[in-house]
């Protein structure tokens, strides 16, 4: 497991494909939040010089930023650090949410990241693919696209053993709805 920035810039430098570089970003979240934006450059750039398509000419995304979906599970760290912030979170549920975040433990708290980061990814594939639609438009995929966050949902009111937070992780849910053209009222 990385633990430092300086252990997160050498894996970053050893990554030798694009999709390792995203998987990196997502599991690097809670420490990117904390480094002032030199994760985030050294994982651009990586990037940048890996991605390639099936023709091995280099694809229109030139950077991360561009990855609306892997940006908001990035995001959702420091999104809940702003929110214990701003409260007092007398429960303590936020705190539990955040390591429950960085660190799950339980089959719930694992699978649940996991869905999340995959239907990211997923996204935005496909926005890279084909860069004048939205996944959740799509007459095919758009479809499933709902399905698969209905289930996450679904899971959710599930009642799993799990320190996430169900708000935070609906809300979530919302923004990643939003983000890839899914009515997040459906979901």
Known sequence: MIKTITGALRAIKRASTADEV??????LG???WNDGGEIKRALDERYAALAHGNSGQ??????????????IILDHVGDVVAAIERTSDSTGQL???????????????LGTKLALEAYANLADAYAV??????????GYYGEHALDMLRAISAWLTMGPKSRLDGGSISHLLCQLAMASGVDENQV
């Open 22 to 27: 995203t998987r990196l970003a997502l599991t």
């Open 30 to 32: 809670a420490i990117a």
């Open 58 to 71: 280099p694809r229109e995304v030139t950077t991360m930023n561009q990855h609306k979906c892997r940006d």
């Open 95 to 109: 705190k539990r949410h955040l390591e429950a975040w960085r660190v799950p433990t339980t089959c719930a708290e």
């Open 129 to 138: 693919d084909f860069p004048d639609s939205l996944l959740g438009q799509d």
